[in-house]
């Protein structure tokens, strides 16, 4: 007698894929996607083809985020440790062979494209951290705490050197997290945070002396001293160092409560604002929709990193703890640097805004990053289960 074997329904068999991944997390990165096409479109319609890109590079992004959680967290631990050694392996190379574009060798050619190794470490550094300190879970001594500072100054040295400040930053934050998570002592915080304190005090109260063009600040290169000065005084140089700062600022102040209107911002389509699309896409953001459409944008960002911080504390293990941990708050990072740069609180540096900046790189990372989080919040449902 033949049998007949009904097959199962399309979603049915692709439901398990999407068992387990965290609702509220996937609801807040939705918001955020729409309000990242949106705004693409409204700013950057008369910029080639950068919203096809951007609408492009979200496609991608998503892939990379559903592929990423589909692995079970605890895997990830077996990558940590080769995955940093390419990294930093990488990062010699670079030194030693990169190819360098406007006075900075952070490129490295192998052979069908060129990559930027400091990309790996943003992610590579965090996941090394987090799989040393479950190795020395329960037994954990102040020389564990020194090794985990040189396993974070060695790929921090090596992209400050190419020079990369902000890349460097980003990636000594991440790893500073996974560090603080894993319980150093505030008598040793403290005392840092006092001196940057202090040292910012300095640089506000002797900005007129330490700002002349004479004046060599040694730990800095000129360009990274000209942006600092340009934070403290954009005035000086309307036209020129300070016109990035200054045009974010009007922009943003033009906007209102309400904005310009869709696709109405002056500062945007005159071309006034340098990098609309990248690094100062919030600018025309905030001129086009207003304090309601960045207080939106700001929701949305608030209820990502909530929800990512209530994962990662609920997650069944210490590396997932602190790879999850390091995670959100390298998000919070990113908006916090690009928008303090934009409104003038920060020095202008290449950071940029999640889910709004346009870049396939950056787009790549950030879902990533995301799926490593649906990847703890997963494993943390299957072991309720």
């Given amino acids: 007698m033949n049998q007949v074997i009904a097959r199962p329904a399309l979603w049915r068999r692709l439901r398990p894929l999407w068992r387990g991944m965290d609702g509220p997390l996937l609801l807040a990165c939705l918001w955020l996607m729409g309000w990242g096409l949106l705004a693409m479109y409204s700013i950057g319609h008369d910029h080639g083809t950068r919203f096809v890109d951007h609408a492009r590079n979200f496609a991608i992004g998503a892939t990379v985020m559903f592929l990423v ?45 060129q990559i930027q190794p400091s990309e790996i470490l943003k992610i590579a550094t965090p996941l090394m951290l987090a799989w040393w300190f479950q190795l ?76 002349q063009d004479d004046v060599d600040w040694k730990v800095l290169k000129t360009y990274q001293k000209t942006r600092v000065c340009t934070l403290l005084d954009p005035h000086k140089d309307p036209l ?70 209530v994962l990662a504390a609920n997650a069944p293990s210490l590396f997932e703890r602190l790879l999850g941990g390091a995670i959100t708050m390298s998000v919070f990072t990113y908006v916090f640097v690009n928008m303090g740069m934009v409104i003038g609180i920060l020095p202008v540096v290449g950071v940029p805004l999640p889910f709004m900046s346009y870049g396939g790189t950056a787009m790549v990372m950030l879902g990533l990053s995301l799926g490593l989080l649906l990847a703890i919040g997963r494993s943390r449902s299957f072991m309720q289960r």
């Fill in 69 to 113: 959680a589909q692995v079970p967290a605890q895997k990830l631990t077996r990558l940590a440790l080769p995955l940093y050694v390419a990294g930093v392996t990488l990062l010699v190379a670079v030194a030693l062979f990169g190819i360098t574009k406007k006075g900075a060798t952070r490129w490295l050619n192998i052979g069908i494209t």
């Fill in 240 to 309: 020129g160092k300070g016109f990035h700062v200054l045009q974010g600022e009007i922009a943003i102040g033009s906007g209102g409560v309400t904005g310009k209107g869709f696709m109405q911002g002056t500062q945007t389509h005159l071309e006034f604002i340098p990098e609309r699309t990248t690094d100062f896409l919030f600018a025309a953001f905030a001129e086009e929709f207003g304090l309601l459409g960045a207080l939106a944008l700001l929701l949305g960002y608030g209820a990502l990193i909530l929800r990512g911080l």
């Fill in 136 to 211: 020395r879970e329960g037994q954990l001594k102040l020389l564990d705490f020194v090794i985990a500072f040189v396993l974070l100054g060695l790929p921090f040295g090596l992209i400050a050197k190419q020079p990369d400040l902000g890349t460097g930053l980003l990636v000594l934050f991440a790893g500073l997290y996974v560090i603080f998570f894993a319980g150093l002592s505030w008598k040793l915080i403290l005392p840092l945070l006092t001196a940057g304190v202090i040292g910012i005090g300095a640089l506000i109260a002797f900005e007129p002396q330490i700002c």
